[in-house]
């Protein structure tokens, strides 16, 4: 089974200088490699939108998304409006209105879609995310998020940006007996982090991604880059993939 994830579109108003970048055009690019590679699954993790959420924008995307026919799942990230996204993409499976979280499988794998576009989690949905780990301990789990659980070694997000409550998630995902996958973006760059059996991988923006060096905002490149996921029952291998990424004219 291959899933591809994308994240971090910040795609603007039609006029909006987002970075410099044609954001839209980068979007379509990476869906017309999709097409071709044809996954199981598409995840898009979060700011889908540049700076705010906006019912046009959302529209937009998932026009396009839904052109591709392949099945894909969106959570927000901290530029989004999670009540919002919620009724664009139709998403019934959540429990909290202002929050959007859910479990689903795909194909035989557990995977768990947790909503941290607030830099925190609600305790309902704190609550919830303890109930599902109980429920498949033996199991690997794969788990999308917008935000890193935890710091990654890049000083201006993780002073400026990082997740707020991280020893508490931590603890709880620390607590699941087998390995979980953790895939989120937000960063702006590829990274690997693990710590015992929680393996968090950061995948690039499809916009720019940032120096990871640097204290203060400073972009690195602008190749749009995305990751392709592949599941076996023995095996999960993970592919970057970048595309040389347009600028606005
Ligand atoms: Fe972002």
């Not at 108003?13 to 598409?42: C, S, W």
Request: charged residues 25%; contains cysteine; aromatic residues 10%.
């Amino acid at each position: 089974m291959i899933i591809v994830q994308i994240t971090d579109l910040h795609i603007g108003q039609a006029n909006a200088d987002t970075y410099g970048v044609d954001i839209r055009h980068n979007f379509l690019m990476v869906l017309g490699e999709l097409k071709t590679l044809d996954p199981d699954y598409i995840v898009i993790t979060g700011d889908l939108c540049y700076e705010y959420g906006e019912l046009e924008i959302y529209r937009w995307i998932k026009s396009k998304m839904d052109n591709l026919k392949i099945p894909y799942l969106v959570i927000p990230g901290n530029h989004d409006d999670s009540a919002m996204m919620r009724e664009v993409f139709e998403i019934e499976y959540t429990q909290e209105e202002d929050e959007i979280f859910f479990a689903k499988r795909l194909g035989k794998q557990r995977a768990l879609f947790l909503d941290s576009s607030q830099a925190s989690m609600s305790d309902i949905q704190l609550k919830w995310l303890k109930r599902q780990l109980k429920q498949s301990a033996d199991e690997p789990l794969l788990i999308f998020t917008h935000y890193p659980p935890m710091k990654a070694g890049v000083p201006f997000m993780d002073t400026k940006h990082s997740y707020k409550e991280s020893s508490e998630l931590l603890e709880i995902l620390e607590e699941y007996p087998s390995n979980i996958y953790l895939f989120c973006g937000h960063y702006h760059i590829d990274r690997l982090l693990s710590q015992k059996k929680l393996h968090v991988q950061i995948s690039p923006s499809i916009i720019c991604q940032i120096d990871s060096y640097s204290k203060e905002f400073k972009i690195d490149h602008y190749k749009a880059g995305y990751r392709v996921i592949e599941l076996s029952k023995e095996s999960l291998i993970t592919s970057l993939h970048y595309l040389e990424g347009k600028m606005l004219a």
